[in-house]
């Protein structure tokens, strides 16, 4: 049994969309879903931030969690974006939607971070000194990276032996202490030890190698 | 069905399920930046479907408006509150609030008029002007320079431009910054140098006659930096893709500032849309090899008609113009 929540295990939910239906008035509704809060900022910045924080911070979370495989981590790193957010006053400034701009710079912090964990050198060819925060969008090709390095991440994660992964998850994702998850799992702390370093190895092998082929092959298709 | 990426395709790109064909399709939607809206909407509505786990949100965001109060007190105090505080008023202060509101709305949705003075050029017309720090810049055609009405010189000096202008600037004793904000994804930032600058939808360009000038090239999200050496021409076409050639007569892109144009090879199409900026004339080739056939030569003209003439000469074509609308054919 994986331990990883799996997009696909879901089956109680209503299939929330028809496979091939177009998507019509994707545009009227873009500009429509935001308009209370855009509205709020007009009359009160200070309330404006907070149905922003609000709407989109868990699904933020939920986002970066994929990346930098911590909840506390990734919550550091979407309260770092919404307060740059206040400091630059970004509602003046972005040419973007704000959940494109808070996606965007989520993104953009979580891969630094797992960069800085994982290799010095730049993961997807894409420049090391990423900027935190976007006023404007990026490039499809940096867009689609950012989501293939986490699927990436997924992949490797699961591929780990089940004792392996479960030390892991509960070490990183959960922020338990080595001696917590030895007395949990009934391994002594030197196992656990064991299985971090394994997992971490791993995935630093398989994010040098996986993502060169990856890139090689974008660059040969 | 036109619609090659469906909400199907983006949910399962982002939980790792994708063909590489697809991938190329998803690719080439992404190119239509309202897409990329689309593909975070999308994105938001998967991580809501599937969450990782359900962060604690109202404890964040109590942290998070700790984080912003602390921020605030760091803060030198601004005159006009950057933030309202939310609070209860007694009912008949309201109106007087209300009031108030309006006032500093209309002073704050005006402010950059307030703040800052814009000089226009109509098509045609070419204006030299003197700024308060002794730079002078010529502004050509169908051009737009906005500069600070208080403490330009003093405090900083910062310009903004659309279209295209020659900057003669005077270096200040305490080595003060000349800056050219543009909407073409670049600045120019100086110090005391002749250079010109052109910034218009079709893309951007900056020569540099003498002295030394720093280029700060920002597309997307990215930001680097570029230090130019006099004669360096650098040039930014539509698409944001930025190149640097040594150009042997730097002084050709000032011509315009006597009324001169300057061709070396130039295209048709080319002149079209010169003719579009400066002017305002729309221009239509009849035949399609009108628009592959290109001009060299110098020549001035004060206006449209003269300009008219001399190409249409140079290009041995007849032309009619009727009111905004020039028509070229053999």
Known sequence: MSILPSPSDEPSRPDPFQPGEAPRDQESLLTDTEWAIRLAFQTSVRTGYELLFKRYYRPLCSQAVRFVYSKEVAQDLVSEVFLNFWKNQAHLHISTSYRAYLFTSVRNRAYNHVQDEFRREALLGIPTDQPDDALTYEDPQQILQFTELYNRLEIEIRALPPQCQRVFVLSRFEGKKGREIAEELQISPKTVEAHMLRALTQLRKALLTGLLVLLGFLIGG | ?330
């Open chain 2, 1 to 330: 069905m036109d619609q090659p990426v469906t909400k199907h395709t983006l949910f399962a790109h982002f939980a790792g399920r994708l063909s590489p064909l697809q991938r190329k399709l998803l690719e080439d939607w992404l190119r239509e930046p309202t897409h990329r809206e689309v593909y975070y909407q999308w994105l938001e509505e998967w991580e809501r479907l599937n969450a990782q786990y359900l962060a604690e949100e109202d404890e964040a965001l109590t942290t998070s408006m700790a984080q912003v109060e602390a921020w605030e007190k760091t803060q030198l105090p601004v005159a006009g509150q950057r933030t309202q505080r939310d609070g209860r008023f007694p009912f008949r202060w309201a109106a007087t609030l209300a009031g108030l509101l309006l006032v500093m709305t209309g002073l704050y949705l005006g402010r950059s008029a307030i703040l800052n003075r814009s000089i226009t050029t109509a098509y045609g017309e070419i204006h030299r002007e003197s700024l308060p720090d002794g730079s002078t810049v010529t502004l050509n055609a169908n051009s737009l320079l906005r500069l600070p009405r208080f403490g330009f010189g003093s405090r900083s000096r910062e310009v903004f431009l659309r279209g295209e202008a020659a900057f003669s600037v005077k270096h200040t004793t305490d080595d003060q910054r000349f800056v050219v904000r543009t909407d073409n994804d670049f600045d120019v930032v100086v110090l005391g140098t002749e250079f010109s600058v052109y910034a218009r939808p079709q893309g951007g360009r900056v020569v540099l006659n003498r002295g030394k000038v720093q280029l700060a090239y920002h597309p997307g999200t990215k930001i680097r930096q570029l230090t130019m050496k006099p004669g360096d021409l650098v040039s930014l076409d539509r698409r944001g893709r930025l190149a640097l050639r040594r150009e042997v007569q730097p002084e050709i892109h000032a011509a315009w500032q006597d009324h001169r144009f300057v061709f070396r090879e130039t295209s048709v199409q080319e002149i079209a849309s010169l003719l579009r900026e400066t002017y305002g004339l729309t221009v239509s080739l009849k035949g399609k090899e009108l628009a592959d056939r290109t001009v060299s030569g110098t020549f001035q003209a004060t206006n449209a008609d003269e300009f008219l003439q001399v190409i249409a000469e140079l290009l041995e074509v007849n032309y009619r113009r009727q009111n905004d609308t020039v028509l070229f054919f053999d």
